[in-house]
Structure formats: C-alpha cells, structure tokens
C-alpha cells in the first residue's frame, strides 16, 4: 500500500471522530463504558490498517486488513447502539454511521482484491 492512501487517511480520520465521540459521552452524557468500547473498536480500524501495510506477506496483509473490517463491524455496531439507547441524536448518527460504512466497503473491496489476486498463479 502506498503511504499516502485513501482507505489510511479515511480510518484516521474516522478515529479522530471516535475519540471526539467519546470525550462528548464522557462529558456531556457521563457515559464511560459504551464510549469505551467504541474507543477500543473505532481506533482499532486504522492501527490494523496502518500494521497491515508491512505485513510479512500478502496472508499477513490480508489477515490484518479483515480484522481491520471486523473491528469495522463492531463499531459500527456501538454506534448503532447509542443511537438507539439515545445517546446520539439522527443527525450525529447518520454523519458517523455513513462514514463508519464507507470504511467498511472499502475494506470489504480491499479484502475482496486481494483474495482474488492471492488466487491467480505467480502471485
């Protein structure tokens, strides 16, 4: 992957959103242990990421790149259930959720690619 890339910059910027989501759980909703979870999931996309760029070979690349969209998965859960226990209004949870899918296709197609390109001979 090149240094300066989309699906990288994306998930950085996705996980400055999560940690300013929950700095505002924490202080205006005095809520600390959903905020956690997010926290841990959210940030957790782009380290992998980040990790999966010197991967020791393509399965290494392609093993961090899936635990990058399952984290991708999680938090998309979390930010689910915040809004829907209230704690994010529709239009917090409609910007955060469309950037929380436009991750997870991304990482989806990247994931996609790469098998299909593990798959072809002289690879």
Not at 8 to 27: G, H, P, W
Not at 68 to 90: D, G, H, P, R, V
């Amino acid at each position: 992957m090149k240094q300066n890339n989309a699906v990288l910059e994306k998930s950085l910027c996705f996980a400055v959103r999560v940690v300013n989501l929950c700095r505002y759980l924490q202080t205006a909703h005095d809520e600390h242990v959903l905020s956690r979870q997010i926290l841990r999931s959210g940030t957790s996309i782009g380290a992998n990421i980040r990790e999966a760029q010197h991967g020791q070979s393509r399965r290494d690349f392609l093993s961090k790149m899936n635990i990058a969209l399952k984290e991708a998965t999680e938090t998309e859960y979390w930010i689910e259930l915040l809004f829907q226990s209230n704690y994010l209004n529709e239009a917090e949870y409609k910007s955060i959720i469309t950037n929380s899918i436009e991750l997870k296709k991304i990482l989806a197609s990247i994931s996609i690619s790469t098998k299909e390109k593990y798959k072809k001979p002289n690879s």
